[in-house]
Each structure stands twice: as structure tokens, then as C-alpha cells.
């Protein structure tokens, strides 16, 4: 079974604070991606990963950074911790793109506070 | 770029119900279509997708069958249970790279 772990499930933290999530699959998948969750939002891509030290912005990135320094695990930083980046942040993992589509295997999630 | 609409919740309905979540998208072609799951306090996981027109994927129940004439990909249960209680998620590649973009979500509550 896939298995990807985030490292916290809640947390809470001051506005200005550096905030590190940390993301690690265990299925040597190349892909790696984080979403926000909001109500009546849906998910929204923030940021994904396609090799090892490769990282292409997705639809949300500003005031977010991540790093991918070895396969399994992909980090996403807060610089600077704002209360509009109050979320549900979600990681996933993937197979490359081939042919019809490739699932996605989520992680249970980190719900973050920001005060 | 591609976009996935579907049906605003909560929907409640009682155990044994007929379920419909409408989801309709779209896109550039022909692309899969997906409905994830997300039951309380866990992340996503894939419920069933469809990779072509005409295709219908089903687990655990559900099915949603692909319709190009109507650019539709609605989920179906005849018969729901307490335990389908979660929130469901449809979604569309977008972009390459196997992104995805998710439609808003629909909460489904089932009542005993």
C-alpha cells in the first residue's frame, strides 16, 4: 500500500513565523504536489515536484517555497506565516503522467493556524 | 485550461437513499475523470475514475459513467450507508505532469 505521511496534523503558529510541513511517501514515486483545502474551494495547487530538486509553481504559490532534496520527501515553507494562510494542507504523491492518468495518494492532511 | 463543476452540498439523505452528485467539466479533448473520497480526518483517495467516453468506473458501490454528449461525470449510489458519510471530490487532469484540478466538493451526510 502507498503510504504518504505528513509530519504534523495540527498546528498552530504566530503571524510572522517560518512554518515547515514536511511530506514523505514511501513508493519512490516521482511526483509530488501540496494543495490547500478550504470549504467551498475544493483543493488548489500550490506547488508540485517532478524529479528531485525540481519544483514548478502551481496555481496558488505566493508566500509559499518548497524544497525537494531527496525523492521521498517534499517540504513547503511558510517565509512568513499569515492568518489568510489559515488551511488544511494536503500532500500527494504520483507515477508520472502516462497515457490516461495516474492516481493520486493523498497524506491525512496538517491543519494549520495561523494567529 | 480545463475545469471541473460540481453540485454545491450539503446533500443529507437516509440510509438505503439513491445518491447523485452531479459533475460536469470542461476541457480540451477527451481527458480521465476522477471522483476522490475524503472520509472524516483522513486525506483523498480515489473512489473510481473513467479514462475515455463511454466508460464507466464503479467501486464500492458508486459509479459515475462518462458522457462526452453532456461533458458529464456524475456519481450514482442506489443504495447509501452511514459510512458513505464523507466529502467527494471530481476531478480532471490538468496541465501534464498528472496534475489534477478538483472541482469544490460535495459533503454527503447519511442519517440512519
Known amino acids: 500500500d502507498v503510504k504518504v505521511t505528513q509530519s504534523s496534523r495540527y498546528l498552530v503558529k504566530r503571524t510572522g513565523e517560518k512554518v515547515f510541513l514536511e511530506c514523505v511517501q514511501d513508493?519512490?514515486?516521482?511526483?509530488m504536489f501540496w494543495y490547500r483545502q478550504d470549504p467551498g474551494l475544493g483543493l488548489r495547487l500550490i506547488y508540485f515536484?517532478?524529479?528531485?530538486?525540481?519544483?514548478e509553481k502551481g496555481d496558488i504559490p505566493e508566500g509559499y517555497s518548497v524544497s525537494r532534496e531527496k525523492k521521498e520527501r517534499f517540504s513547503l515553507i511558510l517565509e512568513s506565516a499569515s492568518t489568510n494562510q489559515t488551511s488544511m494542507y494536503l500532500c500527494?504523491?504520483?507515477?508520472?503522467?502516462?497515457?490516461?492518468?495516474?492516481?493520486?495518494?493523498f497524506g491525512p492532511g496538517t491543519r494549520l493556524l495561523v494567529l | 485550461g480545463n475545469s471541473v463543476t460540481q453540485m454545491e452540498g450539503p446533500v443529507t439523505l437516509s440510509e438505503e437513499a439513491f445518491l447523485t452528485i452531479n459533475c460536469t467539466y470542461t476541457?480540451?479533448?477527451?481527458?480521465?475523470l476522477f471522483w476522490y473520497v475524503q472520509y472524516p480526518g483522513e486525506g483523498l483517495q480515489l473512489l473510481l475514475k473513467?479514462?475515455?467516453?463511454?466508460d464507466k468506473g464503479s467501486n464500492k458501490g458508486f459509479e459515475a459513467t462518462y458522457r462526452k454528449e453532456t461533458t458529464s461525470f456524475h456519481l450514482e449510489k442506489g443504495s447509501v450507508q452511514v459510512s458513505d458519510s464523507a466529502v467527494y471530490f471530481c476531478?480532471?487532469?490538468?496541465?501534464?505532469?498528472?496534475?489534477?484540478?478538483f472541482g469544490a466538493g460535495t459533503r454527503l451526510a447519511v442519517h440512519p
Open positions: 500527494a504523491s504520483s507515477r508520472p503522467l502516462a497515457g490516461a492518468g495516474e492516481t493520486q495518494y
Open positions: 513508493m519512490d514515486h516521482e511526483n
Open positions: 515536484s517532478y524529479d528531485v530538486k525540481m519544483k
Open positions: 476541457a480540451t479533448g477527451y481527458p480521465s
Open positions: 473513467a479514462t475515455k467516453a463511454d
Open positions: 476531478a480532471s487532469p490538468s496541465g501534464g505532469y498528472n496534475k489534477l484540478i
